[in-house]
């Protein structure tokens, strides 16, 4: 079965990320080895290497891998930073950072979600995922500043607790903003006070619901 699953990874790679032009050696080889499968509900784990998002419970998903690989590639890792991902979800997108960056601090407001993936990351032998229950939006301000962001939500605008906590040197933060109908997946590139952003596509995510996010009600 195992060997099932690791021909699925190779035909996901080659056929849904390949074909789309996501290079990135590092990028393609963490894919090659995260089993995405053990990040979803055991009844769907035959479909989690399909090229769409699932449901993971409590109205969140596990995003498309060719999604994860467009977010992961455009962070532009070389192997050295510090990362922080806002939503752990599942755990996958942050199991594929850890694969290729120092450290990665993720934080998710949904406690059950968050054990969840933290058990499947634990038996996988990550010892470089930080874990944190709470409002994302806010950061995680003890631990800035961060050489690279990843928010796996949609807010409105980029949360500005988010701006202030990415590196003045080369920070690099990929978010989706808009409203919950369309969004823009950015990417936003600090230098000192300088921030420039760049829309990389058009995108689906479910709300960045916190302080400096989405209320809860009008999520
Ligand atoms: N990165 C996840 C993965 O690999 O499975 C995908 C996560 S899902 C698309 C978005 C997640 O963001 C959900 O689990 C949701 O609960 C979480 N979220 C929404 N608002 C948040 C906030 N303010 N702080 C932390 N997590 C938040």
């Not at 479909?47 to 532009?76: C, F, K, N, W």
């Not at 406690?111 to 058990?119: G, H, I, N, S």
């Not at 806010?138 to 605008?157: M, Y």
Request: with cysteine.
């Amino acid at each position: 079965m195992e060997r099932d699953f690791q021909e699925m990874r190779e035909l996901m790679v080659r056929e849904q990320l390949v074909v789309r032009g996501i290079k990135d050696e590092k990028v393609l080889e963490a894919f090659r080895s995260v089993p995405r499968h053990l990040f979803v509900p055991y009844s769907e784990q035959h479909l989690a290497y399909r090229d769409h998002p699932l449901g993971i419970g409590r109205g969140q998903t596990i995003s498309q891998p060719y999604i994860v690989a467009l977010m992961t590639e455009a962070l532009g890792l070389e192997g050295g930073e510090k990362v922080l991902e806002i939503g752990t979800g599942s755990g996958y997108q942050a199991a594929i950072l850890a694969e290729i960056a120092d450290t990665v601090y993720t934080v998710e407001r949904i406690m059950q979600l968050q054990e969840t993936a933290r058990k499947v990351l634990d038996l996988l032998g990550y010892s470089n995922i930080r874990f944190r229950i709470g409002d994302g939006t806010r950061g995680w301000p003890e631990e800035a500043p961060f050489d690279r962001i990843l928010v796996t939500a949609a807010a409105l605008k980029p949360p500005p607790s988010l701006l202030s906590q990415l590196s003045e040197e080369g920070g690099r933060m990929v978010i989706p903003a808009g409203n919950c109908w369309s969004q823009d997946l950015l990417l936003i590139t600090r230098e000192k006070d300088d921030f420039k952003e760049r829309v990389l596509c058009g995108c689906r995510f479910v709300p960045l619901i916190g302080n400096e996010g989405h209320k809860d009600d009008d999520a």
